[in-house]
C-alpha cells in the first residue's frame, strides 16, 4: 500500500499548491490544466487560507525524502 500512500500525497501537494496560486495571484492552475475558468475573486481571509493550505503542501513535500515517510505494517 505504500504505492497508494505516496499516489495520495502527491495529489495532497498538486491540490495545496493549486491553492497557493489561487490565494497569491487569484489563478487556478487545474482549471487552466482542464478548462474552466482560471481567474477566482476571492476575499482577503479565504485568500489568506489558500496560501496558508498551499505553504502546508510545499512543506509536505519533505515527507517524500523522510525516512519513515510512510507507515508500513509490521506483520
Known amino acids: ?3 497508494l500512500s505516496r499516489i495520495a500525497l502527491a495529489l495532497v501537494i498538486v491540490g495545496a499548491i ?3 496560486l489561487v490565494g497569491l495571484f ?3 492552475l487545474v482549471a487552466a490544466i482542464f478548462g474552466g ?3 477566482r475573486a476571492s ?3 479565504s485568500r489568506l487560507i ?3 493550505v498551499g ?3 510545499l512543506y509536505a513535500i ?3 525524502f523522510r525516512e519513515n515517510a510512510v507507515v508500513k505494517n509490521e506483520k
Request: net charge negative; proline share 0%; no cysteine.
Open 1 to 3: 500500500m505504500e504505492w
Open 18 to 20: 493549486n491553492w497557493l
Open 26 to 28: 487569484e489563478w487556478d
Open 37 to 39: 475558468e482560471t481567474l
Open 43 to 45: 476575499s482577503g481571509l
Open 50 to 52: 489558500y496560501s496558508l
Open 55 to 57: 505553504l502546508a503542501g
Open 62 to 64: 519533505t515527507f517524500f
